[in-house]
C-alpha cells in the first residue's frame, strides 16, 4: 500500500538521500519542488523530494530506500513530456535523471549506441553526425527531452513516418524494478530469444521499471533529401493530398500539416517563410538515394497539384529546410503567445479518415466556442488540435476539456487510439475505457503487478481510477482531466 | 493424459458441437507433439468458442496446445503436459483491410499467402516471408517468431505488427494496440505474443501495417573465394546509401544445396511478376531449378533491391562495383525470370536443410556485426573438430544461420551434437551474441535442457513431421526472472503449453 501523506521519519529519508548523492542532489524545500510539480502539459503533482542520481547503484539505492519509506517513486527526464507521465500524481519521491547523461559507447561499425537515461535526444545525433549516423526519433522536443523520457513514452516525432517510433529503435535495456533489482533485457545486436522485454518497457510510462540504461540502434543519413512546402487554399483540399500520398502508397520521411490559423501564429513570430494568406500547408520531406528522392519529390508534387495546390514551393538549400522545420518544431511555442495557456492534444486515426477527422474538430470548435489550431504529423495519422484557453477562467478551462475529450472521442469512433505519441499518463486514464474492456484492463494489470505489484513505481497513470478492475491502490489522487463523460 | 479419454472428447463436443471435435486416435496423432498425442483436438469456428474451450481448460487445469497450419508444429521444449490440440484454421477471414491507411487486420488462421493474394491485388503486401510460406498461417509466423530474409528493410515482425486480439489463460477476449499505424495507448502487448510459442495467449487476430509491393525488383549475386571477402562486400553495402531489400551470405555448400535441391513445400509467387511459380492466387507448383549463373561451389552474397528503372540502374552499377573492389570473382544481376528460384531457396533455407539431413541441427546466431567474421571461423572450426558437414547462412543485419547436417541420427551423431551445441554457445557469448538452437534430432533435445546440471535452458522445438526445430536461448537468459513473471500473468493457471518456453 502506498502511503501518501508524509510521515515522520520523512527527514530521515532526505537524510539517507543526502548520504547516498549529496545535499547539492537532493531537493526538498517546498520553493525548490515548485518547477518539478509541472511537465509540458496541463496537469499538476507535486512531489515531496526530487533526487538526482548519477548511476544505476544510486537507482537503486533510492528506489530500496524510498520503500522502507513508504513513499511512492516517479521517474522523470527533462520533464517536456505532454500527458502528466512524469508527475508525481501521489507525491513522494521524483527521481530525476537529468545527470545520468554519459554516452556510454558509440558503435559506429555496428550502428548502435549505449546511453544514460538523460542523455538528450539532440545530443546524442550531435555526437553521431560526425559518423554520418543519428538517432532517427525527433519528437518536437528533441534539444531538451531525454532519450529516457522518449523510452518511457514511446516518443515519435515528424520522421518517425519513414523510421518508426521509439520503439523501433532500441535494442536492449537495463532497467530497476520496484525492489531495486537490477534487469537486462534485449540484447545489443537486437536479436534477444525469449520474451520481449524490450518491447513492453518501452512506452510503459515508467509504471513497470526505471530505464536506467538504454541501446539504441542508429541510423544512416541518407544521401538526398528534398523539402517541399505545399501551399493550399482550403485544409480540405490539403488533407486530400495527404490520403491520396498514402494510398498511391509514397512513403514520405515526413508529412506534416499546418493549418493557417495556426502558420500565421508562427509565422509571426518564427518568420519561417510559411505563406500566412494560405488554408493549410504540408511540409514534406523525402529521403534516401538521390534516384528515389527525385521521384518521389515529382510524384508528391503531382499528388499536390491534382488536389488545387497554389503552390508547391522546394526548399533551395540547408538553410530554407531548417527554417521551415524550426518553425514546424517551435509551433507550439509560438502559440504560447497568443493565450495564456495553450492545450496540445494528441490522438490518432487511420489516415484515410484525415479529411472528416479535421472537419469535425472544426465542428467542436464552434460548439464550444474554440478556435481549434492543428499542426500535426498528417503522414501518420496522428492529429495535435490546440486549443487557447485561459486556466484562470475555471468555465472555459472545463470546455477546453469538454471540447478535447470530445475530440478523442471522435478519434476512436473513426477506428483510431487516444493517444499517437504524447502517452496517456493521467491526462487520459479516464479515457482508457473507450478502447479497452474489463478483460484487457485486468490482464495489463497483471503485466503491471508482475513488476510493479505494490504501484510503487508511478502510480495513477494509464490506469483510469476510477475504474473498478483491480485494486485501486491510490487513495488522494486528483482526478483525470478527461472524463468519459 | 495420453490416451483419448471419452468424457473429456464428450465435454468438448458439449461446448463446440461434435463437427469441431476430432477425437479418433489417428486424427489425434496429427497434432502430436514429441510423442505426446492429444486427447482431444478441437477446430473452434469463432474467437468466442476459443474461449470457451480455454475456460473449460482454465477450470480443469487441462494443457492446451494452439495450432495453425503444423508447419511449426513442436515448437519449444517438450511440453510437460497435453491434452487439448486446439485447431485455429477455421478463423481464417480477413475482417478489416484499408488500403488507404495500409492496415489489416486478420484472423490467426489465415493463411500468409492468401493475406498477400489479398494485398497484392491493391498493390500491397505483409513483409512475413517465413518458410513453409504457402502452407504457414499469420498467427503461427508471429507464435513462432521467425524471421525472413525482409528483416533487412521491413524490420522483424515487432516493426509492422500494431496489435492483436488474444485470448488469456483465464478464458477472456483480451487486446492490445489497435488498427493505427501510430499508437502509444496502454502495454504493448501485443509484441509479448511474438515467439511466444503459444505460451501466454491464443491469438485470435492480428493487426498489420501492410506496405506496398516493390513493383520492379532485380536480384544481385556475386561469388567470392572466400567468407572474408563476402562480408567485406556486406560491409560496402552497409555503409553505403544503398538499402537493399534482403541482404544475405551462403556457404558453398549452402549454395550446393540450392543448387541441386528444390524445397519440397509447394511454391507460390509472393509478387505479381515473378515467373518462378503461378500468380499469387493461382495453385501451388515446384520452385523452377536455379539457374547456371549461380556458382554453387563458392561463399555467395545475394542481395534484392526494388525501384524505379533509374533506381535500379544505381543498384546494379554500385553493387557490382563495390563486388569487384571485394574482390568477387563474379557478379550477376537477376530479373523477375531468374530472380525467384533463388529467393524461394532462401526463404525456403530450414525446410530444405532438414529434408537434407534427419538429424539437421540448425543454430540461430545473433551477433553485431562487427562479430560476424571471427565467429563465423570459430563454428567452422567446430563443425571440424566434430567431423559434421555443416552449412550457413549470414543475414546481414547480425544473424547466423549455422547448420550441422549428420548423415544419421544416432547415439554418437548425438553426442558429436551436443558436444558442437555446447561450443558453439560458448564461442558466440563469448564475443557478446546469443545462440538458439533452431532444429535439432528429437534424441538431442534431453541432453541440451540442463546441460551443466543446474541451469536448464529454455529449448523451443519446431517440429516439421520427420525433424524438429528446436529454438533454445542458450546461456542463463539475462530476463530470466521475468519470464515466469509475465507467463503467470497472462496464464496464471498454466494452461498454455506448460514447460514448453517456461
Known sequence: MVRLTLRPMYSGLIREFEDLLGPSSVLYRPEDLLLYEYDGSIEKGRPNVVVFPTTTEHVSRIVKLSAEHHFPIVGRGAGTGLSGGALARTGGVMLVFARMNRIFELDVENQRATVQPGVVNYELTRAAEAHGLYFAPDPSSWKSCTIGGNVAENAGGPHTLAYGVTTNHVTALEVVLPDGEVLRVGSTHGDAPGYDLTGLFVGSEGTLALVTEITVKLSRKPEAVKTLLAIFESVDDAADTVVDITARAITPAACEMLDGWTLRAVEDYIHAGFPTDSAAVLLIEVEGLAETVAAQAAAITEVCHAHRAREVRLARDNAERNLLWKGRKNAFGALGRLAPSNYVLDGVIPRSKLPQALRRIRQIGDQYGFQIGNIFHAGDGNLHPIVLFDPRDKKQFERALQAAAEIIRHCVEIGGALTGEHGVGMEKSELMPLLFSDADFALMRRVHDAFNPDSSLNPGKIFPLSKGCGEIRVRHSSSSRLRVD | ????????????????????????????????????????????????????????????????????????????????????????????????????????????????????????????????????????????????????????????????????????????????????????????????????????????????????????????????????????????????????????????????????????????????????????????????????????????????????????????????????????????????????????????????????????????????????????????????????????????????????????????????????????????????????????????????????????????????????????????????SAGPRLKSAFDPHNIFVPGRLI
Open chain 2, 1 to 480: 493424459m495420453s490416451t483419448s479419454s471419452p468424457n473429456l472428447a464428450s465435454a468438448v463436443e458439449a461446448l463446440i458441437g461434435a463437427s469441431r471435435v476430432l477425437s479418433d486416435r489417428a486424427q489425434r496423432a496429427i497434432y502430436a507433439v514429441d510423442d505426446m498425442v492429444p486427447s482431444v483436438v478441437a477446430k473452434p469456428s469463432s474467437a468466442e468458442e476459443a474461449a470457451e474451450i480455454v475456460r473449460f481448460a482454465a477450470r480443469e487445469k487441462l494443457a492446451l496446445i494452439p495450432y495453425g497450419a503444423r508447419t511449426k508444429l513442436r515448437v519449444g521444449m517438450p511440453p510437460s503436459r497435453y491434452d487439448i490440440a486446439l485447431d485455429m484454421t477455421a478463423l481464417n477471414q480477413i475482417p478489416h483491410y484499408d488500403p488507404g491507411d495500409l492496415t489489416l487486420s486478420v484472423d490467426a488462421g489465415t493463411s500468409v499467402a492468401k493475406v498477400n493474394a489479398h494485398l497484392l491485388e491493391h498493390n500491397q503486401f505483409l513483409p512475413l516471408l517465413v518458410p513453409w510460406y504457402s502452407l504457414s498461417t499469420v498467427g503461427g509466423a508471429i507464435a513462432s517468431g521467425i524471421d525472413s530474409p525482409l528483416r533487412q528493410s521491413y524490420g522483424t515482425a515487432r516493426d509492422f505488427l500494431i496489435g492483436a486480439e488474444f485470448i488469456d489463460g483465464t478464458g477472456k477476449l483480451c487486446k492490445s494496440g489497435g488498427r493505427v499505424v501510430k499508437n502509444v495507448t496502454g502495454y504493448d502487448l501485443h509484441k509479448l505474443l511474438i515467439g511466444s510459442l503459444g505460451t501466454l495467449a491464443v491469438i485470435t487476430r492480428l493487426n498489420f501495417r501492410t506496405f506496398p509491393a516493390p513493383v520492379s525488383s532485380r536480384g544481385f549475386v556475386a561469388s567470392f573465394a572466400s567468407a572474408e571477402n563476402a562480408l567485406a562486400l556486406r560491409r560496402s553495402i552497409v555503409e553505403s546509401p544503398l538499402n537493399p531489400l534482403t541482404l544475405d551470405i551462403l556457404s558453398p555448400s549452402l549454395a550446393q544445396i540450392f543448387a541441386e535441391k528444390t524445397p519440397a513445400t509447394p511454391e507460390v509467387a509472393v509478387f505479381r511478376g515473378e515467373n518462378g511459380a503461378g500468380p499469387p492466387d493461382s495453385n501451388p507448383s515446384a520452385l523452377p531449378p536455379i539457374g547456371d549463373w549461380f556458382r554453387a561451389h563458392e561463399w555467395q552474397l545475394c542481395a534484392a533491391f526494388a525501384g524505379a528503372p533509374e533506381v535500379l540502374e544505381r543498384y546494379a552499377r554500385d553493387l557490382t562495383r563495390f563486388a569487384r573492389e571485394s574482390h568477387a570473382t563474379s557478379t550477376a544481376i537477376l530479373d523477375d525470370s531468374t530472380r525467384p528460384s533463388l529467393w524461394g531457396r532462401l526463404r525456403e533455407t530450414f525446410p530444405m536443410l532438414l529434408e537434407a539431413s534427419s538429424a539437421a541441427t540448425i543454430f540461430k546466431i545473433g551477433v553485431l556485426p562487427s562479430q560476424l567474421a571471427s565467429l563465423l571461423a570459430s563454428v567452422q572450426k567446430i563443425a571440424g573438430q566434430v567431423e559434421l558437414p555443416h552449412m550457413l547462412v549470414v543475414r546481414a543485419v547480425g544473424t547466423i544461420y549455422f547448420a550441422l547436417l549428420p548423415a544419421s541420427a544416432n547415439d554418437e551423431t548425438t553426442a558429436r551434437l551436443a558436444q558442437a551445441a555446447s561450443q558453439i554457445i560458448q564461442s558466440t557469448s563469448a564475443v557478446g551474441g546469443d545462440t538458439t538452437l533452431l532444429f535439432a534430432p528429437p534424441a538431442l533435445k534431453p541432453s541440451l535442457c540442463a546441460p551443466d546440471g543446474s541451469v536448464s535452458p529454455r529449448l523451443n522445438t519446431l517440429d516439421t513431421g520427420s525433424s524438429d526445430l528446436l529454438l533454445m536461448r542458450a546461456a542463463c537468459a539475462p530476463d530470466v
